[in-house]
């Protein structure tokens, strides 16, 4: 039984939204049921999953603001505290159990309503070791991540240059990418080694996702896109305790989604990726993560054009999180829906390969927590 | 669609832990979620190796004081 | 490593204690800044002006008060908006004899839910339109003899209103 992607929806992708983050749950929702063939989520939607998290709504016990907006009301919804991909990873093992036919994956993000942000990220490193260091700038947990990976394999800041360049051209090219601004310096020194625009910045979003069984995707979509493996690893809350060169967890996370894709050589057949660079050095290393390239030489071949669009492996067409922004829990859906909508045709894009791509999502500092979702048509 | 609410296969328990119910106790929440899990695996006789997925339900982080807790 | 276990099932002292307690504290710094959106937004700024406004799903004819964009019953976008009356009933009722800090009140307070009066749907016919607000001119008694329930009330407006649910300081006893 394969579980297909049959409707995609998005809306926001601005740095503060007008709209409040329930009716931005809406319009996304509207759209994806549209795109599924205006499917109705009252009668045809089995079950619901929303992915967020309490300090970024600001409401205690946020589960219970999902069900309104997305049609969801007195059915089976429940929420998951982690990345929209680790949402599309429930709704794959909700539809293999054969239990349910059509589950629908919401995740939202509306940074622009925090006012405290640094304090609300420093909630989330470890309250008796870290916390009480009143960290000024979380990123620079970011940081000694960068140094510790630039040192040991020798990576040097022109291929933070040239990640922050690609990022932005392929932006351009997006038409929900608000921070894309090619031909622009990396900036200002933030937390050595990262600059300005080493670091994504935030933005209001919402994505819906509408996943359904092989036996009812086509009644919904005549070009569902496949979910061949799906698979999300957290490595440790300690900080300490991980390694700081290397994001292990990225790489659990792919082995096992390539396991059930059965894909042996990632490098070769997959046609192109989407991976998480909400921080410019965070797409080396995912590259390598994921297998598209051997560890210790993904910044080297981004430098020559490798990842580029047309080139062997196009990594980040949408510009990825640098140029889009990250919309908190929902980055991970906006990784997928851009390679849905590439696979599909809807996007055209330089790349030779569209049927078969992987889609990577970090959860961010200060957590460990990847996803991934192979796909195919 | 319908929800396939006759799906034969079964799911067993086959281990279980607790800690105790107190007003306050004294270990940190990982404490405590070491010490049932570590009954529950002893009691089905599994080691951590034999975990395909780990499913962990707690308070909204609002109430513990955590951001990003899972 | 073994830590002690509490002794009595309803007390925290621990009969062997092996850790020594240590307690860290933090004070949070979280704040917010909201957006109200479009439904909530435009009945926020209507309380400024002293109305009170819901939207309508004429599809299952529910009216919602306080407003959302959408109906969440039909999953479709709701197709008007509606003044409600300032006035209505009392559905249900309760008294708090304790602030959220535990201390004492000198004197308790009501809430309650005023279902309110829509003008052009009865009682019955329609869903829920509705504010949880504080009640005002009610005795303790009328309270806990439940003799409040179904009572008219009334909203009584601050006079500086800022477009706020407190621009409504209760409903009152009519
Ligand atoms: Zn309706």
Redesign the interface.
């Known amino acids: 039984m394969r579980v297909g992607i049959v409707g995609v929806g998005w809306f926001g992708f601005q740095p503060d939204?007008?709209?409040?983050?329930?009716?931005m749950m809406?319009k996304a929702?509207q759209r994806a049921?549209q795109d599924a063939g205006g499917l109705?989520?009252?009668s045809e939607v089995d079950a619901f999953i929303s992915c967020q998290e309490d300090?970024w709504e600001?409401v205690a016990i946020s589960d219970e603001f999902a069900?309104?907006?997305i049609?969801g009301?007195m059915k089976a919804v429940y929420t998951v505290a982690g990345d929209g991909l680790q949402c599309v990873g429930q709704g794959y093992m909700m539809i293999k159990s054969g239990l349910f036919d059509v589950v629908v994956v919401e995740s939202h993000g509306?940074p622009?309503?925090?006012?405290?942000l640094n304090?609300?990220m420093n909630?989330a490193t470890d309250?008796?070791s870290i916390?009480?260091l009143n960290l000024e700038n979380i990123h620079a947990l970011a940081a000694l991540e960068a140094r510790a990976y630039m040192e040991k394999f020798g990576v040097s800041e022109e291929s933070l240059d040239a990640v922050v360049e690609k990022a932005h051209k392929n932006g351009v090219r997006n038409p929900r990418a608000p921070y894309a601004s090619p031909n622009v310096s990396r900036g200002e020194i933030y937390v050595d080694p990262l600059r300005e625009r080493d670091i994504a910045k935030f933005v209001d979003a919402a994505l819906v996702v509408v996943l359904a069984s092989e036996t009812v995707a086509k009644k919904y979509n005549d070009t569902p896109v496949w979910i061949l493996g799906s698979w999300w690893v957290t490595e440790t809350s300690t900080f300490e305790f991980r390694d700081l060169a290397f994001p292990i967890h990225a790489r659990e996370a792919a082995d096992g989604a390539y396991v059930q894709a059965k894909v042996s050589d990632p490098s070769k057949e997959l046609g192109f990726a989407e991976v998480d660079n909400r921080y410019s050095f965070k797409e080396i290393q995912h590259i390598e993560a994921l297998r598209l390239a051997p560890r210790g030489t993904a910044a080297e071949l981004l430098v020559d054009g490798a990842f580029c669009p047309g080139g062997r492996l196009p990594v980040n067409l949408s510009g990825g999180a640098l140029a889009e922004g990250v919309p908190l829990e929902a980055h991970g859906l906006a990784r997928l829906t851009y390679a849905v909508n590439v696979m599909r045709g809807d996007i055209k894009a330089a790349v030779d390969r569209r049927e078969r791509a992987i889609v990577h999502s970090w959860r961010g500092v200060p957590t460990s927590t990847s996803a991934v979702v192979v796909l195919g048509v | 669609m319908s929800r396939n609410l006759n799906f034969k296969h079964r799911v067993a328990v086959v281990g279980a832990g607790m800690t105790?119910f107190?007003?306050?106790?004294?270990?940190t929440p990982q404490?405590l979620a070491w010490?049932a899990a570590r009954q529950a695996l002893d009691e089905a006789g599994l080691t951590l190796k034999d975990i395909d997925c780990v499913v962990i339900g707690s308070a909204p982080d609002a109430f513990d004081?955590v951001h990003v807790k899972g | 490593m073994n830590?002690?276990?509490?002794k009595s099932p309803?007390?925290?002292k621990?009969d062997k204690?092996v850790?020594p307690?240590v307690e860290?504290s933090?004070m949070?710094?979280?704040?917010?800044?909201?957006?109200?959106?479009?439904?909530?937004?435009k009945f926020l700024q209507s309380l400024k002006d002293g109305k009170i406004l819901g939207t309508v799903c004429d599809k299952c004819g529910r009216v919602f008060i306080p407003p959302?964009?959408?109906c969440?019953?039909?999953?479709r976008e709701v197709d008007r908006w509606i003044e409600a009356s300032d006035e209505g009933v009392v559905i249900t009722a309760a008294l708090s004899y304790i602030a959220a800090d535990r201390s004492k009140l000198e004197k308790p307070v009501t809430i309650g839910v005023v279902k309110l009066d829509v003008v052009e749907k009865k009682y019955d016919d329609h869903f829920f339109p509705g504010l949880m607000h504080y009640l005002c001119g009610f005795t303790e008694e009328d309270v806990k003899s439940m003799k409040i329930f179904g009572a008219r009330v009334k909203a009584r407006w601050k006079p500086n209103r800022e477009g706020s649910i407190r621009d409504i300081e209760c409903f009152e006893k009519i």
């Open positions: 939204v007008p709209y409040s983050f329930r009716e809406f929702a049921y109705d989520p009252r300090f600001g069900p309104d907006p049609g009301v509306k622009s309503d925090i006012i405290t304090e609300i909630f309250p008796i916390r009480p | 105790l107190r007003s306050k106790l004294l270990e404490e010490l004081g | 830590g002690g276990k509490p309803g007390g925290t621990y204690l850790f307690i860290v933090m949070g710094k979280a704040r917010y800044e909201y957006t109200a959106g479009e439904a909530l937004g959302r964009l959408y969440s019953y039909c999953f």
